[in-house]
């Protein structure tokens, strides 16, 4: 017994030696552990970096070891066991176990490893705002997904939101990124843009810069780059702030389907274009109602507004012109004001461009002005400025702001007006692409300077070459002497009440260069008001009521640009003959001038000449031909008669003819043949019967090469004498022509090859309607707009009992106008060969009762089976639809006419016949309606006509409704 006892006792103390040792070695164990967690907590912080398995493996196996230590000492401390020889087994065993685990965790490869896929963090961004924002994430997102599309550019305006809405599409990838295999990755450029700098730093971002260490050959960093995102395989690449184009292989960006897709911002549209972007989004301003409810989210405080605050606080929002910059920065430094005295000196600071908000000075306007100081040109530059001498908010047409241009002598040492026109051009392109002019519409063909953009203007002319503008801003005097310094260089007075010029004020600016008081309605401008500024070289005094020109204007020598037009009750021009520099003499629309001013026939610099719509003026064409062998831009009119091409022939150096009327036909089919017309780069020329009473007809600037034949038809002999008509013509215009064939007066009308647009109105004698008759020998192939205006009797356009239908093929845009007894305006026929038709507008056809007829034949349609909706009927482009008083309409379509891609604006105002939509939608799997189609803006109609509206499925409307405005309401 005692022996038993003893081997107990030994076996207990052997045991408890083997416990102990197990508790120590668990300790460590576990201490170890912990350091290891604090270690992987550390690491994987930063961005790209993930545990390894093998790591992630040791850790679980130190959680489970540890686990069943715990069950172990339950046992002992309840005596759970069933020998002290299987318990110490179970303790050697256990310290084994952890000393192995303890030589594994010594990890001498490191706790962690790249993890490329989620090398980025989540960008911290504010909210987008605006439906537009939205429908551009979506878009780009949609983009992404694309196989064929590797390239997207986002640009706009500095501070409008690029990289924010950049930033959402990242984090949106970013989020992504455990579920898919991309990898994303954000550079920030900026004007950073050198090979060596974008290749150092998009190797960063992908955490393979220690592959390029050492490696200073271009070429071979640009291979090691390429490969290691090959490897890769699926990479999106963000570059923000990108301010100038590079060749993605030198740099070493694989880009391409499964490699590397790109998506840049910049300001700049040539930057995206240059970068080979094949999906392009330009951001563009908040609405009036996005841009408040921003500016209150940032104010935070506007319940505590008294309402007289409010009201100007709104006043406050309304001049950031919905730049999202702009209204985080006055709202932000507004936060918390409540004194009504400071909310109406900072709007006051914001109406006045020459005083700045301190908070604008600071964070606004040196983002704007990065953009000017990339012009790198000083001639784009000062252009970029002239566009701020115009009233805020102003509309100005391309043809408008060039020549103001080369008036303002902007583009001078360019040898001829042509030359100076098409740099001109470059230059209105750039600025537009360069987000500092916004375009109006897809051509460029109207522009506007933002609000914010024009004070920065006006700040920086201010600062570098003393300008004094206060365009619309509603003065009713000039400015008083004081402002009238002796630095002056240029002053704008444009667009203001200014009715008189007081007599004793004549300021003394001997360097002033530039005067416009256009559009003002000056009476009277005293003598003495020029005697001190002997330097002007551009004065406007357009579309004043004045009567008399002061003759002191004929001591201004250094005058080269002279713009009097539109001055209506003008009959007075003081001589000129002294104003040897003047290019420019502009008197276009002065309807009470009867003679041409004195002495502009020893004018040896004179290049643009404009008499336009001088009404009174009768001056024989070969007077006025002399002294001008020199002139390049001639725009006359009714009042100049005579006109023969033999004269025109005369002025060798035209290039530019407007408003020429001509009523010797054979004559004009002469000239047009001669080398003199084709030298011609843009002539607008009118064709009338002798006799024909003027007429203004409708003059589109986009096109060069213009023909209105007016009132024309037969003579008294009863015969038609044909119109050879240049083969390069774009745009013609028929008005009144008495004919029932076209081809009868212009036979070549089947070889205008160029033709781009057809206006025709008020033409009562064309007989046929719109057939199936095809007209494809026509090949009118560039045909881009048809406007029918108040066609009494017409019933459609034939040429020898074929339809112009051929000539449709390019037709983009289509208004039909007053053509009282039209029924229907296309056959399917017709309609098919509308392909590229883009605008459909019809008002005011009292008897038309169909769109699209059945029948190809229209004589036949009453018969046709109107229950045939087999056929599909598509206008595939059209993006703009309006229909206005077509009391008899009853059908718009058969079936599908919109397509649904394209479709952006529908108006349908008094058509109270019509009882369905247009539209139709794509269908979920159950038959309902999926969605209004995604293009579409607008829905103009009466609130009692949509509400009679019939549905194929009611949801259709409903999801209609939020983008339907009632006509009438506000």
């Keep these: 017994m005692a022996l038993i006892l003893k081997n107990w006792m030994i076996g207990s103390t052997d045991v408890d030696e083997e416990l102990q040792l197990m508790r120590s070695k668990n300790e460590a164990l576990c201490a170890r552990a912990a350091d290891v967690n604090t270690q992987l907590e550390a690491e994987e912080m930063q961005p790209g970096r993930k545990r390894k398995r093998q790591v992630e493996n040791w850790l679980k196996n130190v959680e489970e070891l540890e686990a069943e230590v715990g069950y172990v000492e339950k046992d002992v401390k309840r005596g759970q066991f069933s020998s002290h020889k299987m318990l110490k087994r179970d303790i050697v065993s256990l310290t084994q176990e952890m000393d192995d685990l303890m030589e594994q965790g ?408 530039t005067l416009l008081l256009t559009d003002n309605p000056l009476k009277t401008i005293p003598d003495s008001f020029f005697l001190h500024m002997m330097g002007l070289r551009f004065l406007s005094l357009t579309q004043a009521p004045i009567k008399k020109l002061p003759d002191s204007i004929s001591e201004l020598k250094n005058l080269s640009a002279l713009e009097v037009a539109g001055c209506m009750s003008l009959n007075y021009v003081p001589p000129l003959s002294k104003l040897v520099k003047l290019r420019v003499l502009n008197l276009n629309c002065n309807g009470s001038l009867v003679d041409v001013p004195k002495g502009i026939e020893v004018l040896p610099n004179l290049r643009f000449l404009g008499l336009q719509s001088c009404d009174k003026l009768c001056v024989p064409f070969h007077r006025l031909l002399t002294g001008l062998s020199y002139i390049e831009h001639l725009e006359i009119g009714y009042g100049i008669k005579s006109v023969l091409g033999t004269d025109l022939m005369k002025l060798q150096h035209l290039r530019r003819l407007k408003g020429c009327w001509m009523s010797d036909v054979s004559n004009f089919n002469s000239y047009f043949k001669s080398q003199h017309f084709h030298q011609l780069k843009y002539y607008q020329i009118y064709i009338a019967m002798i006799g024909s009473t003027h007429y203004y007809s409708f003059i589109d600037n986009v096109f060069d090469k213009n023909v209105v034949v007016y009132e024309y038809g037969k003579d008294q002999e009863g015969q038609i004498k044909p119109i050879a008509l240049p083969d390069n013509i774009q745009f013609l215009q028929l008005i009144c022509v008495d004919s029932s064939n076209l081809l009868d007066v212009i036979p070549s009308m089947h070889g205008l090859s160029r033709l781009s647009r057809i206006w025709i109105g008020y033409c009562d004698s064309l007989e046929h309607v719109w057939s199936s008759a095809s007209c494809s020998d026509l090949e009118l192939e560039s045909l881009e707009e048809l406007n029918l205006t108040e066609l009494v009797n017409f019933r459609g356009i034939t040429v020898d009992g074929k339809l112009l239908s051929g000539a449709l093929r390019n037709l983009k845009k289509l208004t039909i106008e007053y053509c009282w007894n039209i029924e229907a305006l296309f056959t399917q026929s017709v309609l098919n060969q509308l392909q590229n038709l883009e605008v459909l507008e019809v008002q005011v056809c009292s008897v038309l009762r169909e769109l699209v007829s059945l029948s190809d034949n229209l004589e036949d349609a009453e018969t046709a089976d109107n229950n045939d909706n087999t056929k599909m009927i598509y206008l595939p482009k059209l993006r703009i639809l309006q229909l206005i008083y077509l009391p008899n309409l009853v059908t718009i379509c058969l079936k599908g006419l919109l397509s649904y891609d394209h479709i952006e604006n529908i108006t349908i105002i008094m058509c109270p016949l019509v009882k369905k939509l247009p539209l139709s939608f794509p269908l979920l799997d159950d038959g309902q309606p999926a969605a209004a189609p995604l293009s579409l803006k607008m829905i103009m109609v009466e609130k009692e006509w949509w509400e009679k509206l019939e549905w194929d499925n009611p949801d259709s409307a409903y999801l209609l409704q939020p983008l339907v405005t009632f006509s009438g309401s506000r």
């Design 106 to 513: 010594n990890f001498p490869g490191g706790l962690t490893l790249d993890d490329h896929a989620s090398s980025s963090v989540p960008l911290v961004t504010s909210k987008l705002k605006g439906r537009l924002f939205e429908e551009n994430l979506r878009m780009i997102l949609s983009w992404l997904v694309d196989e064929d599309v590797c390239r997207i550019g986002v640009y706009g305006l500095g501070g409008i939101g690029k990289t924010t809405l950049a930033m959402h599409i990242h984090n949106k990838l970013h989020e992504d990124v455990k579920t898919s295999s991309v990898h994303v990755y954000w550079v920030t450029v900026s004007q950073e843009n050198t090979i060596v700098t974008l290749q150092r730093k998009i190797a960063k971002a992908a955490k393979v810069d220690h592959l390029l260490e050492g490696e200073t050959d271009q070429i071979k960093r640009a291979a090691v780059l390429s490969n290691a995102l090959k490897k890769r395989k699926k990479v999106v690449l963000f570059l923000d702030d990108m301010w100038k184009h590079f060749e993605v292989e030198k740099v070493g960006v694989p880009v391409g389907k499964d490699e590397c897709k790109l998506i840049i911002t910049s300001r700049s549209l040539d930057v995206c274009r240059r970068m080979l972007c094949q999906r392009r989004v330009k951001i563009e301003t908040l609405s009036k109602k996005e841009s408040w409810e921003l500016f209150l989210e940032k104010l935070n405080n506007f319940d505590d507004l008294s309402l007289e605050v409010r009201d100007v606080a709104k006043l406050v929002a309304k001049k950031c012109a919905g730049l999202p910059l702009g209204i985080l920065t006055i709202a932000g430094s507004m936060r918390g004001v409540t004194d009504i005295h400071e909310w109406k000196d900072t709007l006051e600071e914001l109406n006045d461009p020459t005083r700045h908000h301190g908070d604008m000075e600071t964070d606004v306007f040196p983002l704007l002005e990065l953009s000017y100081n990339r012009l790198n040109d000083v001639k784009l530059q000062k252009c970029f400025l002239g566009c701020a001498f115009f009233p805020e908010d102003s509309k100005l047409s391309r043809y408008e702001i060039i020549n103001f241009w080369v008036s303002d002598s902007l583009l001078e040492n360019i040898e001829s007006r042509e030359k100076q026109l098409d740099k001109g051009h470059t230059i209105l392109n750039r600025l537009i692409n360069a987000s500092l002019l916004e375009s109006l519409d897809s051509q460029g063909n109207y522009v506007k300077m933002h609000d914010l953009i024009r004070d920065m203007a006006i700040k920086i002319g201010n600062n570098t070459s003393r300008f004094l503008i206060r365009s619309g801003l509603q003065l009713t005097r000039v400015p008083n002497a004081i402002e009238w310094t002796e630095d002056l260089v240029k002053v704008s007075l444009i667009s203001n009440h200014i009715a008189d010029i007081p007599s004793n004020i004549s300021p003394a600016c001997p360097y002033l260069s």
